[in-house]
């Protein structure tokens, strides 16, 4: 079981921090992309049967993701409990959203109790990787490239937690939004759009939300917001360039053992 562990220098642990940020970004766009265009890009063009597609399409992506979150987490912890428990629970996340959104047999008669398991699952494990993210991304004396991939990977990982947690609104109160959206993939997208309309300032178009969503939009509007004014601060306040172990080393002290004429 030794990929479960990660014993790495502190340069190759920063090395490592870089892949890993710039990966997971590279699958939050493409997820977010493939949630919001996809499917009305290939209706567009005139393709049938496609809705399946879309939904396998996603399935792999994410399962994908769930994996880099895992990687990810190795980076900040060694508690074996932690990685092996986490490794073990995204796995059963993940096998249970393949099953309830199989696009050619639904595995799931009743999935609305998985899917709140699911979501309710995702927003504590990536609450619990963006915390442990913006500590790294906070600590230190100078700004890395580690650090500003890192900065992107948790300002799209905090779009997709309230994602979930608007899914989850709708999940337990149907309707919340002022429209009636199913369950499932067309539950998930809407959630997903919901936050990151409200993080980037967007007219969401739902004019009837519950007070609930409102609130809880307010909140992931605040929370950005404050976390991008106290990353400004961090990066304006360090200087920029290699890390402590990259940086020139001071000149020697040392007596020079040439004798004085």
């Known amino acids: ?75 900040f912890t060694q508690n074996m409990l932690i990685v092996r428990g986490s490794l073990a629970w995204l796995m059963v ?18 999935p609305r109790p998985y899917y709140i398991f699911i979501h309710t ?31 992107a990977c948790v300002y799209l990982m905090i779009g997709f937690v309230f994602g979930d947690i608007f899914d989850l ?12 959206i199913p369950v499932g993939f067309a539950s998930y997208l809407g959630g997903v759009y919901f936050s990151y309309a409200t993080l980037g300032g967007v007219d969401t178009g739902f004019d009837n939300m519950s007070r609930l969503v409102r609130n809880v939009s307010v909140i992931e509007s605040l929370f950005g917001n404050l976390y991008l004014v106290f990353l400004i601060g961090r990066i304006l306040g360090l200087p920029t360039g290699a890390t402590q172990e990259e940086a020139p080393k001071p000149i020697s002290t040392q007596k020079s053992s040439v004798p004085y004429e």
């Open 1 to 75: 079981m030794s990929f479960l562990t990660r014993q790495l220098t502190t340069a190759a642990l920063q090395r490592e921090k870089l892949k890993d940020y710039r990966n997971i970004v590279t699958i939050q766009v493409t997820v977010v992309i493939i949630l919001m265009t996809l499917e009305d890009l290939l209706a567009g063009i005139g393709l049938v049967d496609i809705q399946k597609w879309v939904y396998t399409l996603f399935i792999a992506f994410a399962g994908f993701y769930l994996l880099l979150l895992w990687d990810m987490m190795r980076n």
């Open 93 to 110: 996340l993940f096998v249970l959203g393949a099953m309830g959104e199989n696009p050619f047999q639904r595995l799931l008669p009743n």
């Open 121 to 151: 699952s995702l927003t504590i494990i990536q609450g619990f990787i963006i915390t442990l993210a913006i500590r790294d991304i906070f600590s230190g004396s100078r700004v890395t490239s580690d650090k500003l991939w890192g900065s």
């Open 169 to 180: 609104l709708n999940l337990l109160s149907p309707g919340c939004f002022g429209v009636e």
